[in-house]
Structure formats: C-alpha cells, structure tokens
DNA sequence: CGCCAACCTGACCAACTGGTCAAGTAACGA
DNA sequence: TCGTTACTTGACCAGTTGGTCAGGTTGGCG
C-alpha cells in the first residue's frame, strides 16, 4: 500500500509535467509574485483547483521549478572537471552555459528573479551546493594560475563574469531582441555572440599564450 | 492660477523625494507586482492615502523611479565619447558601471526587473534611446578595428559583455555577499573585481598590444 | 481675521488571489 | 458487481491590495 507500481504513473506524470512547464514560463514572466496559480493553470489547460491537487501550494510549485533548472546548471557544470587544460575546460563551460540561456532562457529567468529578490527560497542552495561548487571551481583556477597556465585573475571575479555574461542572453534576451530590430538573435548570430565571449575571456585571462603568464605576475597579493 | 511661482515648492519636493527613494528599495527588492503601495508608504513614513495623493496609480510611481535610474546610466554613458583611445575609453566606461552598481544597485536592479518581465513600461525607452545609444557606440568600435587599436569583435557581443559583468554587481549582489561569507564585499575587494574585469576585457580584445590586431583579421564576415 | 489652496488621513470598497471543499467521475482489482 | 483509490472541478471563502473619498488641518496672503 506504500507504492502501488511502476506502470500507474501515466496521469499524474503527465499532469505534474504540464503543470510545471506552464509554471515555469508564467514563473519566468512575472516573478513568483506577479504569477497568479489561476494564470498558470490556464497556460497548462487545467482548472485551478486541479492544480492544487498536486502542487499543495504556490510555493512547493515554485520551489520544483527552482530545483529543476538549478539540476541542469550542475550538469553543464561538469565540464570543469574533465580536463586540465583551461582553454578546453573553459570553452566547453561557456559554450554550455551559452547554449543552455539560448535553449531554457525560462529557468535562467526564475533564478535571476529569485536572487534579485534575495533568494528567498533558495538560500539554502547558494550556502551549500553553490558554495562548495564555487570553491572547488576556485581551486582549479588557482592551479591553473601556478601553473602559468593562465595570468593571475581572482578566480572567483573570472567566474562571476562567465555567469554574468552567459546568463545575459538569457535574463536580458528580451532587451538584446529589441536592440537587433525586435527579433530574436539568428542561430548565427549566436554562435557568433558565444564566439566572442569565449574569445574574449580566454585571450583576456592569457590562456592563449601561457608562455607569457609567468613573467607578468605583477601585484601578487592582489589575492584576499 | 496655472502656475503659482517657484518659491513653494519644500512640502511636495520634500514628499515627492522620500516617497521615490522608498518605492527605489521596494520595487528593486520585491518588483512591480511584489511592491506594495501601502509597503512603500510605510517605509516613507507617511499614510498611503498621502501617497496616492502625489503619485495617483501605483505604475505612475514606478514610471518616475525608472526614468530616474535610466537618466543616472545615461550620465556614465558619456565617458564614451571623450576619447579617441578605447584603453581610456573603455577603462573609463567600465569603471562607471562598476561604481554605479555599487552605489545604485537598486536602480540596476529594478531596471533588470523590467527587462526580465519583457519591459512592460519602458518599451520605448528601449526602441529609442538605448537602441540610438547603442547605434552610436557600435561605430565608435568598429572605428578601433578598423585603425588596429583592438581585435575584430562585434561590437554589440563586446557591449552585452561589459553591461552584463559590470551590472552582475548590483542584480546579484546577494549571490556575490552569499559566496563571500555572507558579507559585502569590501572596498578592496571591489577595487579587485573592477581591475580583474577591465584588465579581461581589455586585454580580451587585445587593446593593450594593439601591433598584433590588424595581422588577426580571420574571418572578417562574422559581422552581419 | 477670513479665505483659499495645498496638503493630510482614517475609513472604506471593489477586485483579485491563494487555497479549500464537497460532490462528483474514472479506473482498476477482486 | 462492488469497493477503493486516484483524479476532477465549480463554488466558495478569507485575506490582501490598489485606489477613493469626505472631512479634516495647515499656512500663506490680503
């Protein structure tokens, strides 16, 4: 009686999916306040009180919504870990990162909205998965500085400006629309877009030509 | 009867005043729809009746304080023009950005905001100004490239750069404070994250060695 | 003092919102 | 067929919110 089966999830999945993907965009477009459970609802075709059938409250809904994209961010975040060479390990990372704002631009947007707002729900994450990925993301940079492979950068400002930059074309796809005449970047013009960023931070942190890295460490306590 | 005269003006100056600088902090910390007009009345010390009696709708509020943040970016968007060498230029922009955001983030984060909820009241800001703006610096930098006094970037990628890091500042500074031990950054600490960000940058699109740019010139219809 | 305009505010209201509930229907196993 | 569990939903409710309004108070001017 605890679990019936495996083979009797087709409803409930099916309507927890369509729930959370309107949610997702209606959370995305308006903030967790400015959505209404009735708006969302509508976007997935249900009555309102069908949704709080399975999503007690505005909060657990929203709150699986946060989980969900912040699952897709510790994936793309992998790609730190494979390789020692920072030119490969930090392409791959913001070659991810940009492809996920232009594919799920929504989560990108609910978290945005969540830490303007001071995170109010997700507190916990950024003091605890955020904080150790951040750290352990740290380390490797620093190797990279001792090993000449790149010039000396604080690596958490190196980090902040790959969020930041990324995240752009997803939190700020509205404004970068409007400025390229109201419509939406072509598939070319992003690669283009990816293309400079990365090209930028790599040949701005000297990872292109480590031989000089070495010989330009000047103000080495520019660390904490 | 039309006009009385300028000497009259303390008590509506003075309430118009606290009442923008309350609705600034509410609206950045809680958006649009999450603000309260009787929150924001609250944090001005006066009753909200006397609030809707300067300001009558809650979005002419929000109006004033967003004209008031665009005008402040405006001001900083000038240290574009003065000059002919985009080491000066650019250091000198970023460096603005990077002060503004640390002493108006709220202004930078209402303004995120309404970008992230599709500028619902600033549309035409965006169409007329930012985009006439933008037009103008964009020819600015193809001017570097083409004298060799920076690589070949796009221009409007090297901007969404700039903005996107230095605005990170202030719409995430509560990711930023949670990282750093839950505290603000110190000011060494920001005088760190401004050098580390405009030293990448600038070294990212090769302004400081300018000699090497005009032999790089690969792929020269990245622009559209 | 009287007048008038600017300013102030407690009380109030209509609209909306998150969430509940009771009365269902569908589906499945025995 | 019956019983049980999962699912559905229109109607409803209590709390909140933007905004109004009538009846004030204040202060300057003649």
Redesign the pocket.
């Given at each position: 009686?605890a679990q019936?089966n495996a083979n009797?999830?087709s409803?409930?999945e099916e309507?927890e999916r369509l729930i959370l993907e309107a949610a997702e965009r209606i959370f995305a477009e308006h903030g967790f306040?400015g959505?209404?459970?009735?708006?969302i609802a509508e976007e997935a075709g249900?009555?309102?009180?069908?949704l709080?059938?399975?999503f007690?409250?505005?909060?657990?809904?929203y709150r699986c919504v946060v989980e969900r994209i912040f699952n897709i961010w510790l994936e793309a975040a992998n790609s730190f870990d494979d390789c020692d060479d920072p030119v490969e390990a930090l392409s791959s990372y913001i070659s991810k990162k940009m492809d996920i704002s232009r594919k799920y631009p929504m989560g990108s947007k609910v978290w945005a909205n969540e830490i303007l707002h001071r995170a109010p729900v997700i507190q916990d994450y950024l003091e605890t998965i955020l904080r150790e990925w951040t750290d352990s993301r740290v380390a490797i940079i620093r190797r990279w500085i001792t090993a000449g492979a790149i010039k000396p950068v604080d690596p958490e400002y190196l980090l902040y400006m790959i969020w930041s930059t990324t995240q752009h074309y997803a939190d700020f796809n509205h404004q970068i629309d409007t400025l390229n005449g109201g419509k939406p970047l072509t598939d070319r013009q992003f690669e283009n877009a990816k293309r400079t960023v990365t090209e930028i931070i790599l040949r701005g942190i000297g990872a292109y030509d480590s031989r000089d890295n070495r010989a330009d460490t000047r103000d080495p306590d520019s660390f904490e």
């Open positions: 009686m019936k009797r999830p409803v409930r309507n306040r959505a209404t459970t009735g708006q249900i009555p309102k009180a069908n709080h059938y399975y007690p409250t505005k909060e657990a809904l």
